[in-house]
């Protein structure tokens, strides 16, 4: 059987795993591909670090992979925008297949990269690029693609997960995330990650599968981990909370919400339960209800799992003379919601002056915005003599609960407010 001849562009966390799995399981994947997989060069910036392939195989010249007529399959694991999508342009146009995980270039750019592959008669595949080693892109297009999807919500980056849970034992968020570099979660500039930049990239490309719509992520809310607070994660635990970063979308009556950041899960939810760099996705389908996919989503073998599943598909496609498939057709496209218009509930934590009346402002303030009050708890004045009053609403829309904290903030009575979070997962219920 004709070998397919891979190229790899970068061999880093993830380009170092997926070169080992090529030479070490060479048999499982020949098996697999009905063809033998040949690793036939790789790509670098440096000649000298210790790689996991011989040095005559390396090469800083992108074009020696891109162009080389030895080459069919381009797998892409550079990172970032430039150069890496126009050198998987390049590879497209040349009609060569590309798998990459890269999330960046996808999310900004897939449609058209899609329509190229398409043209060329090639593919590109990206299931590496959401979720690391969860089968995430497949499912959506094919195993559900029987139901209407209402709604998912989706723990996508391991890193700020990996924070949260070290947050919550407690550490601080620069020694949980300097540890989430060495272990070759974060991203090259890790502000990606804590800003929650990431997981917009990843929800623009869960977005457009899950429910057509194509939105750059730009567009897309979102807000990191800068900020938060150790004493809210032990607050939402006593309400029976746990703090994770999630991406959200949501179909609803003007179009499909989608935003990342923030929020409390119910301890209940299968989202709680989710720790360190594990990912997870919760759908709910009209047909199958809710389907929860979880596993690693970040770290080098587990993310070449996904690679390599991509491999396997195209080299199969290839070994069988199979023509690459059409670009998918998601139907008429769905609108952007504002986010003025979602509906949450609330956590809000405020210092308090230590006075009588307290209280009766605060739940004012509420009640002027149509916001039901759920529970209350009250701490004592600290050293710094102010006392904190924290709140959980009912479920109201984002526009109404933004204005209260306007408002609560302008309060004589109120010191800061210090934290707003928004609760996703529970019983929205109340009276809002
Ligand atoms: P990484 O460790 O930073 O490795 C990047 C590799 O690309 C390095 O080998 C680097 O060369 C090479 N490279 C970068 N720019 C280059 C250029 N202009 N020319 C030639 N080579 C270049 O990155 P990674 O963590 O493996 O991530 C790779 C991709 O997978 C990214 O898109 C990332 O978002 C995605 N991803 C990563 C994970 C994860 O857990 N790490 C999970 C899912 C998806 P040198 O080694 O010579 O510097
Ligand atoms: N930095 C990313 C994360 C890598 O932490 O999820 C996986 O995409």
């Known amino acids: 059987m004709k070998p397919i001849r891979i190229g790899i562009l970068g061999l880093g966390t993830v380009g170092q795993s997926v070169a080992r799995a090529l030479l070490e399981r060479r048999d499982l994947l020949a098996r697999s591909a009905g063809a ?6 790789a790509v670098v910036r440096d000649l000298d670090k210790p790689r996991a392939i011989p040095r005559e195989q390396l090469t800083t010249e992108i074009a020696r992979v891109t162009e080389a007529d030895d080459i069919d399959v381009v797998v892409e694991l550079m990172g970032g925008l430039e150069p890496a999508r126009t050198v998987i342009e390049a590879a497209l146009s040349r009609g060569k297949s590309v798998v990459t995980a890269n999330k960046r270039v996808v999310s900004w750019h897939g449609p058209s990269l899609l329509s190229l592959a398409a043209k060329k008669g090639a593919e590109l595949r990206y299931e590496a690029a959401v979720g690391g080693g969860i089968p995430l892109i497949a499912p959506l297009l094919d195993d559900l693609a029987a139901n209407r999807l209402l709604e998912l919500r989706a723990i996508i980056n391991g890193t700020t997960n990996y924070i949260l849970t070290r947050m919550a034992a407690g550490d601080t968020l620069d020694v949980a995330l300097a540890e989430a570099q060495r272990l070759g979660y974060a991203e090259a500039d890790p502000s990606d990650d804590v800003d929650a930049v990431d997981a917009a990239d990843k929800l623009a490309i869960l977005v457009r599968h899950a429910f057509g719509l194509t939105v750059p992520p730009r567009e897309i809310f979102r807000q990191g981990l800068r900020g ?26 003007n179009g499909i919400e ?3 950041h923030p929020a409390f899960v119910p301890i209940a939810h299968p989202l709680a339960r989710i720790d360190g760099a594990q990912n997870a996705v919760h759908v709910v389908g009209d047909l199958c209800g809710p389907v929860m996919f979880s596993g690693q989503g970040a770290g080098g073998d587990a993310t070449a799992s996904a690679v390599l599943a991509d491999l396997l598909h195209v080299s199969r496609r290839m070994a069988l003379g199979d023509p690459a498939p059409t670009v998918r057709d998601f139907g008429p496209e769905p609108k952007l919601a504002p986010l003025a218009e979602a509906r949450t509930r609330c956590y ?5 002056e230590d006075q009588p009346g307290v209280f009766a402002q605060v739940t004012q303030v509420l009640a002027q915005q149509s916001i039901g009050l759920a529970s209350v708890l009250q701490r004592e004045p600290g050293k710094m003599g102010s006392a904190e009053v924290v709140l959980l609403t009912y479920a109201a829309p984002e526009a109404a609960l933004a204005s209260a904290e306007e408002q609560l903030a302008r309060l004589s009575c109120v010191r800061a407010v210090r934290a707003r979070i928004r609760v996703e997962g529970g019983d929205s219920g109340g009276a809002a």
């Open 36 to 41: 033998p997989l040949v690793l036939q060069r």
């Open 348 to 352: 809000f934590r405020l210092a308090v």
């Open 228 to 253: 938060l607070d150790p004493r809210d994660i032990a607050y939402g635990r006593e309400f029976g909370y746990a703090l994770k970063l999630l991406a959200l979308a949501r179909r609803g009556t």
């Open 258 to 260: 989608a935003r990342v």
